[in-house]
């Protein structure tokens, strides 16, 4: 069965510092997701993440994918108090149906 | 170009009542998931829906059913509703043929009392 985890699972943090987002999977894997979602509101999108050693940017995000260690990162550059929310991500597998599996979410403050 | 829409926003009903949730897809997508977030958590993967036919289903009990009609669009209906089905029920849509990302709903938020 495949499982996700994340951690920490709670993050507070000052503006203007840096830190990361660990997320582990238990099998194989095709493709790797990050998601935010503000309280009481749907996933946005952030990043998929396809092959082994893919990095994706956005802003003060990068996120990375290491497919023999069965981990992504999901990096914060120089915090701002906007990036505060849930941070999600998520696995799926080419074949068959696609069914995205979760992590537990890390919730982000982030404190002027 | 509309996106992935749900309805309704917000519900709330009473222990034993059953409940319809619907969902229309984003503009050319075929394929219709439903995820269940309970609070404080990460969405589970409930069943998914391709060419009218239930296709995946995730470790839901049978009092979860669905549909999906011609033109796309899924209902999620959950029968004999228990405290514990309160949550944040989540449609996705994706295009079967051309896309694996999935494009989430803004959400149903269900009460049960």
């Known amino acids: 069965e495949l499982k996700v985890e994340q951690n920490p699972l709670f993050l507070s943090m000052q503006e203007g510092k840096n830190y990361t987002i660990y997320c582990n999977y238990s099998?194989?894997?095709?493709?790797l997701y990050w998601y935010r979602q503000d309280p009481g509101k749907s996933l946005e999108s952030l990043f998929v993440?396809?092959?082994?050693?893919a990095v994706k940017q956005e802003g003060r995000l990068m996120a990375s994918l290491d497919t023999k260690a069965r981990l992504s990162t999901l990096h914060i550059t120089a915090a701002v108090h906007d990036l505060s929310a849930t941070y999600f991500c998520?696995?799926?597998?080419?074949?068959?149906?696609?069914?995205?599996?979760f992590g537990q979410g890390t919730r982000l403050t982030i404190n002027p | 170009d509309a996106g992935v829409t749900q309805s309704p926003t917000h519900l709330i009903k009473t222990r034993g009542q059953q409940v319809t949730l619907r969902c229309s897809p984003k503009?050319?997508?075929?394929?219709v998931s439903w995820y269940q977030q309970a609070l404080g958590q990460g969405p589970q993967f409930i069943f998914q829906?391709?060419?009218?036919?239930?296709?995946q289903r995730g470790n839901f009990p049978d009092r979860f059913s669905g549909h999906q009609f011609p033109n796309y669009s899924s209902e999620l209906n959950v029968n004999a509703l228990l405290l514990g089905d309160s949550a944040l029920y989540l449609c996705?849509?994706?295009?079967?043929?051309?896309?694996?990302?999935?494009?989430f709903g803004p959400g149903t938020r269900l009460t049960v009392t």
């Open positions: 829906y391709y060419e009218e036919e239930e296709r």
């Open positions: 996705a849509s994706s295009d079967r043929g051309s896309s694996y990302e999935q494009y």
């Open positions: 993440l396809l092959s082994n050693g």
């Open positions: 998520a696995v799926d597998r080419v074949q068959g149906a696609q069914k995205l599996v």
């Open positions: 099998t194989t894997s095709d493709r």
């Open positions: 503009s050319g997508h075929d394929t």
